[in-house]
């Protein structure tokens, strides 16, 4: 059974960091890119950032030079460090496939408030 457990949201001031972490299971972790994605009260989920096996990386427009995605291949786990973080980057962070999404995990909320 392939599952997703994503861990490290919290209460962090604006300008403040977070590191979130991801356990995916199963044998397609180090085949497929991984994505974080995030999902704001009365949004849509959008993707953040991905790692490819090749570990290069993408940001969307927004996090660009402040997240930075990474992966350790023998823990399954994809991490996603956030630096300067602002109100809008509130939300809850899940990580998934790309393509190929396996079900989605509860996810890690992730509030940015003074």
């Known amino acids: 059974q392939v599952y997703i457990v994503e861990s490290g949201g919290g209460l962090v001031q604006p300008g403040g960091s977070l590191r979130l972490s991801c356990v995916v299971s199963g044998s397609l972790f180090s085949i497929y890119t991984m994505g974080w994605y995030r999902q704001a009260p009365g949004n849509q989920r959008e993707l953040v950032a991905h790692?490819?096996?090749?570990?290069?990386?993408y940001y969307t427009d927004s996090v660009q030079g402040r997240f930075t995605i990474s992966r350790d291949v023998p823990k399954k786990t994809v991490y996603l460090q956030m630096n300067s973080l602002k109100p809008e980057d509130t939300a809850v962070y899940y990580c998934n496939f790309v393509q190929g999404q396996i079900p989605w995990g509860r996810g890690t909320q992730v509030t940015v408030s003074s």
């Open positions: 790692i490819n096996s090749a570990e290069s990386t």
